[in-house]
C-alpha cells in the first residue's frame, strides 16, 4: 500500500464543532484529494490539491474548506458540523505522468459520526 | 463534468458463478480505471483502460473497453469468496482534467 495515512482513523463529534481530518503522504504525490463515501452514492469528490496551496472544489464541497501547507499534508475542516456530514472520508494522492489520470492511491479512511 | 453509470447495485452468486459488472457513458472516455474496495477497507487500484475495444485480463477477471469508449465491463470467472467487496469504475471528470468521477460502485456478494 502507498504511504497514506488519516488520523483520526474514528471520530464522533456534536452539531454545530469544528472538526478537521488530516491526511499525511510520504509519496511526494503533487496531486491529493479528498472524498467521501456514503451507501448508494459512492465516492463523491470533496476538494482536491494539485500543489502546495493549490487547490480546488469538487462536486460536494458546501461544508467544506481545505489547506495544504505542505506536500505531505492535507486537511479537511468541517467548520460546523453537521448530520448530514456523517460519512466515511478517504483521502488519496496521485502523480500525473503520462495521460490525463494517473492511478490514485487511497488512504485507510476516516469514519465520521456527528450526532 | 463526467458522469458513469454503473450496473447492477448489488449482485449475490453462489461461488463458482461468473459475474459481471458494466459501466456506461453518455460520452466518450479518454480512459476508463477499476477499482475494488473489500468489506471495511479502502478503494484498490485494479487496472486501466486507454484503447478502444482494449481487453486486459488478470487471473480470473477480464476487463474490456468498448468500441466507441463509451462503456466498460468487469467479469470475474468462477467467484470465489475472496472476489466480495464493491468494485468501482472511474473516468477523468472532462478534458485534461486529473480527477476522477466514480460510478457508485456494485456490491458483489459471494455465497459459499
Known amino acids: 500500500d502507498a504511504g497514506i495515512t488519516q488520523s483520526p482513523r474514528h471520530k464522533v463529534t456534536e452539531t454545530g464543532t469544528p472538526v478537521t481530518l488530516r491526511c499525511h503522504q510520504t509519496?511526494?504525490?503533487?496531486?491529493m484529494y479528498w472524498y467521501r463515501q456514503d451507501p448508494g452514492h459512492g465516492l463523491r469528490l470533496i476538494h482536491y490539491?494539485?500543489?502546495?496551496?493549490?487547490?480546488d472544489k469538487g462536486e460536494v464541497s458546501d461544508g467544506y474548506s481545505v489547506s495544504r501547507s505542505k506536500t505531505e499534508d492535507f486537511l479537511l475542516t468541517l467548520e460546523s458540523a453537521t448530520s448530514s456530514q456523517t460519512s466515511v472520508y478517504f483521502c488519496?494522492?496521485?502523480?500525473?505522468?503520462?495521460?490525463?489520470?494517473?492511478?490514485?492511491?487511497f488512504g485507510p479512511g476516516t469514519r465520521l459520526t456527528v450526532l | 463534468g463526467q458522469q458513469v453509470m454503473q450496473i447492477p447495485q448489488y449482485q449475490h452468486v453462489q461461488e463458482g458463478e461468473d459475474f459481471t459488472t458494466y459501466c456506461n457513458s453518455s460520452?466518450?472516455?479518454?480512459?476508463i480505471q477499476w477499482y475494488k474496495q473489500r468489506p471495511g477497507g479502502h478503494p484498490v487500484f485494479l487496472i486501466q483502460?486507454?484503447?478502444?475495444?482494449e481487453v486486459k485480463k488478470q487471473k480470473r477477471l477480464t476487463f474490456q473497453f468498448g468500441e466507441a469508449k463509451k462503456n466498460s465491463s468487469l467479469h470475474i470467472t468462477a467467484t470465489q469468496t475472496t472476489d466480495v467487496g464493491t468494485y468501482f469504475c472511474?473516468?477523468?471528470?472532462?478534458?485534461?482534467?486529473?480527477?476522477?468521477?466514480f460510478g457508485k460502485g456494485t456490491k458483489l456478494s459471494v455465497i459459499p
Open positions: 509519496e511526494n504525490h503533487r496531486y
Open positions: 488519496a494522492i496521485s502523480e500525473p505522468g503520462l495521460g490525463y489520470t494517473d492511478t490514485q492511491y
Open positions: 483502460l486507454v484503447k478502444s475495444g
Open positions: 460520452t466518450t472516455l479518454s480512459n
Open positions: 490539491s494539485y500543489g502546495v496551496k493549490d487547490t
Open positions: 472511474a473516468a477523468n471528470s472532462g478534458a485534461g482534467s486529473y480527477q476522477l468521477t
